[in-house]
């Protein structure tokens, strides 16, 4: 099993900046991809940015594309989301998500099998 804990959330004014990081732990060896999602109130899960296990492949929703940067550290083993030029439709609760069952890079809640708590990212206009 692989454990996810995401932190970093917080308040930001519209056109700032912020930077979540997520530690994941237990089973890493497993784990493929990493990405981020986020789900805001009254709506569904939705992918944010996604990274392979060497950092070489990435993905991006076409909504923050420009804008938000996924990395990992293999050596600290962390993976980060730096999010910039934040806009109020960004607030959501954020989610880091572990893919094991393959290397393809990954956009759906259901092809990644473990998931952290979620941090809250509210972004004022």
């Known amino acids: 099993q692989v454990q996810l804990v995401e932190s970093g959330g917080g308040l930001v004014q519209a056109g700032g900046s912020l930077r979540l990081s997520c530690a994941p732990s237990?089973?890493?060896?497993?784990?493929?991809?990493m990405g981020w999602f986020r789900q805001a109130p009254g709506k569904e899960r939705e992918f944010v940015a996604a990274?392979?296990?060497?950092?070489?492949?990435?993905y991006y929703a076409d909504s923050v594309k420009g804008r938000f940067t996924i990395s990992r550290d293999n050596a600290r083993n962390t993976v980060a989301l730096q999010m910039n030029s934040l806009k109020p439709e960004d607030t959501a609760v954020y989610y880091c998500?572990?893919?094991?069952?393959?290397?393809?890079?990954?956009?759906?809640?259901?092809?990644?099998?473990?998931w952290g708590q979620g941090t809250q990212v509210t972004v004022s206009s």
């Open positions: 998500a572990a893919r094991s069952v393959s290397s393809t890079l990954a956009r759906t809640t259901r092809e990644y099998d473990a």
């Open positions: 237990g089973r890493t060896f497993s784990v493929y991809v």
């Open positions: 990274i392979s296990r060497t950092g070489s492949g990435l």
